[in-house]
């Protein structure tokens, strides 16, 4: 268990270069050597989505990734949708329409949304539905949420990878 | 009986659906969540889970556990029995089913915790957990509620000489001469299985011992009950005063971290012993196992007395509810379902039996509703029972028993009171909002094409602020006075005129405490919400504190606001009077400060005011000490004693909200599942503070309720193992499955809360069941199926169908 990697990888823009534990999973990583704590542990069996990142712009579990799985990707997560202190459009659509409650799968549905909407610049309700549901949410009955990415949509286009 | 309230109607701040004050910090992935804190040092821990769910601990090997490199030390439940004291237990009668943070001797359900590892790491304590051999001698299992009953058995303690850990009958009003009198009688056998809050962050602690000083801290995402904390003290052996407990706001609740306090307390344990910070977190087979936070889990017979005209005259309720192995909130439960046990209803009278019976499973819990909720239902299901029977639409029998607006303050026949409401108008609006008698024209064709369309409706109460009256009036002894239940708050003025607002309690699981103190004092003191700073104190120092749970904390912050409120005016209005030379009658508030009535101009702003209060004392009066604080604590408003006899239980739950769901489905009889087609929920929890926060709440219960009534149910196999280990076999609710609900609010203003608020937080859970078992019923009613059982999961839909054809 001591064996180390080698792992690089870009993290919302920034260059990083680590040794990990071949079993050490991609949300560890995150959450506990880069401080990076937006992605959640939930179920760690993949299937609540709380864990949710982008890499390469596309959304995976980081509860089920092991971080050497990553080599030589790019990663977002939600600490890189806020730029200069302001809010990401999605998370300011999210904030209008209180598209959150306990806030704990947030991140991983902003991710989600962000996805989705890089894919379908305006998706209809039906299509947004469709969309999150790969992730749960126990507070919310998903309403507001979707409310929240229709908001969104309508506004700026979207374009994943880049903050606002 | 409380003085009524005048209500202020011109409101500037009360009533606005403003952003949420949390979530800014939400959305950046900063919520500081238990499992975000990391302190230096810091130890982990995990725990050796039984695989059984009744057996003798022959045996603990930790050795080559604790040879592992980066392991700490192992502690063995035997081992944590003389570290801690029982966990504390509200049982009735602990003593006799004692609960412990590790079992010891033996275990009583699959997943209850024999040892805790601790380590450098997470990943090494779970190694560790695999090296820990335990010898286990396998005893039969008790599973099912009512084979707990038999007199052969097994015995999950043995202490109790019994499965049965409590059993009584009340009688309220003369229930035989109106069953006596009634001219019909329905009676059936209702079965509501377990399932549980699962919020999508677990239970979790970090504790760090200090031997220097003795003082025990411990984060933990539940802070309920905070001034029964004591008890964990007592649980962990260190005094009161040693134990500060700090909120961490959690990732949802439900309840579930109600009094969440076994994870603190293995932290606190593992920390002592161990003389480092110690973090435990539950991972989610822990959670789903071994919460303690599992839903009731009842047999109901119950029997309905009515006249021919639809009139309901008296209830007998018999139940058996299945707590599991321990019993941690005694049957509380059931208390809080004789709160509103008639519902929206003129019901003269009711039985109620109970039997409480412990099993090999995890123990209940809280979960939105409190066992309420499962009344609502069981009384709903008799309702439709009887209007089938009756031939009655469901609206109509509805109609006939409806409470009238004018007839409140009522006081149920159990003793608790409704303190207002408008019934009749909820269901007005709940029926024009669905379209209800277009649906039923709709649901007339599509039965004529062969579909199976189904309305479902129902009238339910939300009662909310309790006192813990409830959980003791069962007992004859030990008599006890009416609980309080307090929530406090202090209020800052710092000397820029910036307000801050300290609470006491975990206020955070995902409702909005910040926003709604922010919108609260910012009414008051007429100051922009967003500049309101909100703080959590300790509770090794803060004032007596309960925080969230039974829909309590709005009401109660409220009064707490309104009192420190007033302090701090008072204070400022002497400094005033003191710098504009006025006399303090002559003055007022405006604006943020305080002004010389009648002249606007002639004023001083609460900066101007509190730099004095904090820097030049010396030149106020001499009765005026520096600062510009005020602390409050608001006791509950409205509790009475319950009679000796216990024939009047009292005030307990006086706030009464009320709702009506209404749940359009149609049901494919090939595949058992259910689609919905509309649902619309109309509400009145008094006046709202923030209407989308509160719509939230609604949506979001509904989305519980839904699971509850379709999808969610911890399955045990007949010997007691969990087949529902994981989010692939309990099944919560996706996107997918939670229709769009249409919201409408009623606000009828309690007379005796401040600004009239009612509680809303278990909205939603507390009504859908309801309306969805009564649509699903109602589709199928072609065919003569009876919707007994929740969930009403495809499989149970498909073999009701095929017993309604073969009977």
């Not at chain 2, 109509?396 to 607006?405: D, F, Q, T, V």
């Not at chain 2, 204070?571 to 030379?581: G, Q, R, T, Y």
């Amino acid at each position: 268990m001591t064996e180390r990697l080698p792992v690089s990888m870009v993290v919302n823009g920034v260059p990083t270069v680590a040794e990990v534990e071949p079993r050490r999973s991609l949300v560890e990583f995150l959450r506990e050597d880069l401080g990076l704590v937006g992605a959640h542990v939930g179920c760690e069996h993949g299937v609540c989505g709380t864990c949710t990142v982008l890499m390469n712009g596309e959304s995976v579990r980081s509860c089920l990734m092991f971080t050497v799985q990553a080599n030589g990707a790019e990663i977002q997560t939600v600490e890189g949708l806020a730029a200069n202190g302001e809010l990401h459009p999605l998370q300011e659509a999210f904030r209008e329409k209180q598209g959150l409650q306990c806030g704990f799968c947030t991140p991983g549905m902003l991710l989600l949304a962000l996805e989705l909407l890089g894919e379908n610049p305006h998706p209809t309700a039906a299509e947004v539905r469709q969309g999150i549901a790969g992730n749960l949410c126990r507070c919310t009955g998903y309403q507001f949420i979707i409310e929240a990415v229709l908001a969104a949509a309508d506004r700026v286009p979207i374009v994943v990878g880049e903050p606002a | 009986m409380p003085a009524v309230r005048e209500h202020p109607t011109d409101l500037k701040w009360i009533g606005k659906s403003i952003p949420r004050i949390e979530d800014p910090r939400l959305l950046r992935g900063r919520g500081g969540y238990i499992d975000d804190l990391v302190l230096p040092r810091m130890l982990h821990a995990a725990i050796v889970r039984s695989p059984h769910a009744h057996a003798r601990i022959m045996g603990i090997d930790a050795a080559a556990a604790r040879q592992l490199p980066g392991v700490v030390t192992v502690i063995t439940g035997a081992e944590a029995a003389e570290l801690c004291d029982p966990m504390p237990d509200f049982g009735p009668d602990p003593a006799r089913h004692t609960w412990r943070c590790l079992a010891v001797e033996k275990v009583r359900n699959v997943g209850e915790g024999v040892a805790v590892v601790v380590a450098e790491s997470r990943h090494i304590a779970e190694d560790a957990c695999d090296l820990v051999e335990v010898t286990y001698e396998p005893l039969p299992a008790v599973v099912d509620p009512e084979a707990a009953l038999a007199p052969d058995a097994p015995l999950v303690h043995e202490a109790l000489g019994s499965n049965v850990a409590y059993t009584r009958k009340f009688d309220f009003g003369d229930v035989d001469a109106d069953f006596a009198e009634a001219e019909v009688v329905v009676s059936d056998r209702l079965r509501w299985h377990r399932s549980g809050g699962q919020p999508l962050e677990t239970v979790g602690a970090v504790a760090q011992y200090d031997p220097g000083t003795g003082m025990l801290t411990i984060w933990e995402n539940s802070l309920s009950f905070t001034s029964y904390l004591f008890l964990l003290a007592m649980t962990l052996k260190v005094p009161a005063n040693k134990l500060d407990v700090r909120a961490v706001p959690a990732g949802g609740s439900f309840g579930s971290k109600l009094w969440a306090v076994k994870a603190a307390a293995v932290a606190g344990m593992c920390a002592k012993a161990t003389g480092r910070p110690v973090k435990f977190i539950e991972d989610r087979v822990d959670n789903l196992s071994n919460s303690d936070h599992c839903g009731s889990d009842r047999v109901y017979n119950v029997e309905l007395a009515a006249m021919r005209d639809g009139t309901l005259r008296s209830l007998r309720i018999h139940v058996v509810d299945d707590y599991g192995a321990y019993m941690q909130f005694g049957v509380g439960h059931h208390g809080n379902a004789l709160a509103q046990v008639t519902g929206p209803y003129r019901i003269g009278s009711i039985s109620y039996e109970l039997q409480a019976v412990v099993t090999n499973k995890c123990q209940q819990g809280a979960y939105r509703g409190f066992g309420s909720e499962v009344n609502n239902w069981m009384l709903e299901r008799m309702v439709d029972l009887l209007a089938r029977k009756l031939e009655l639409d469901p609206v109509e029998i509805r109609r006939r028993n409806l409470l009238g607006k004018d007839e409140f303050p009522y006081f149920i026949p159990t003793g608790n009171v409704y303190d207002s409401g408008d019934y009749a108008e909820v269901l007005r609006k709940a029926l024009e909002l669905a379209g209800y008698d277009q649906w039923r024209a709709e649901q007339e064709r599509a039965r004529q094409e062969g579909r199976y369309l189904g309305i479902g409706l129902c009238s339910c109460q939300e009662r909310s602020v309790f006192s813990a009256t409830e959980f003791w009036f069962w007992f004859d002894e030990p008599a006890a006075p009416v609980t309080s239940m307090p929530e406090s708050i202090t209020l800052s003025v710092d000397a820029t005129g910036g307000v801050s607002a300290t609470l006491y309690s975990c206020a955070f699981w995902g409702n909005s405490p910040e926003t709604m103190v922010a919108q609260l004092v910012a009414e008051q003191l007429d100051v922009d919400p967003t500049t309101v700073n909100v703080v959590y104190g300790g509770s090794n120092t803060g004032l007596p504190a309960t925080g969230p749970g039974g829909s309590r904390f709005t009401v109660m912050i409220a009064g707490a606001i309104e009192g420190a409120v007033g302090k701090i005016k008072d204070k400022a209005f002497k400094i005033a009077a003191h710098l504009l030379e006025a006399a303090p009658e002559d003055l007022e508030w405006r604006e943020g400060g305080v002004s010389v009535k009648g002249t606007p101009t002639s004023r001083k702003s609460l900066g101007e005011v509190a730099v004095m209060a904090h820097l030049f004392k010396h030149s106020l009066p001499d009765d005026i000490e520096s600062g510009l604080e005020a602390g409050q604590v608001f006791d509950h408003p409205y509790t009475t004693m319950p009679s000796p006899d216990r024939s009047d239980l009292g005030v307990f739950y006086p706030f009464m909200g009320h709702a009506c769901h209404i749940a359009v489905v149609e049901v494919d009889v090939e595949t058992g599942a259910v689609e919905f087609l509309k649902y619309v929920a109309v509400h009145d929890c008094g006046t709202l503070v923030n209407p989308r926060s509160l719509e939230g709440h609604i949506v979001g219960g509904t989305a519980q309720g839904l699971g509850t009534a379709l999808l969610e149910q911890f399955v045990y196999s007949d010997d007691g193992n969990l087949l529902t280990q994981s989010y692939f076999d309990y099944l919560l609710p996706s996107a997918l499955e939670v229709p769009e609900v249409v919201i409408g609010h009623h606000e009828t203003p309690s007379p005796y809360t401040p600004y009239g608020i009612k509680g809303g937080g278990e909205a939603g859970r507390m009504m859908a069941p309801a309306a969805i078992a009564s649509a699903v019923e109602d589709a199928l009613a072609p065919l003569g199926v009876r919707v007994h059982t929740l969930p009403a999961t495809p499989e149970r839909v498909l073999t009701w169908i095929e017993e309604a054809q073969g009977a």
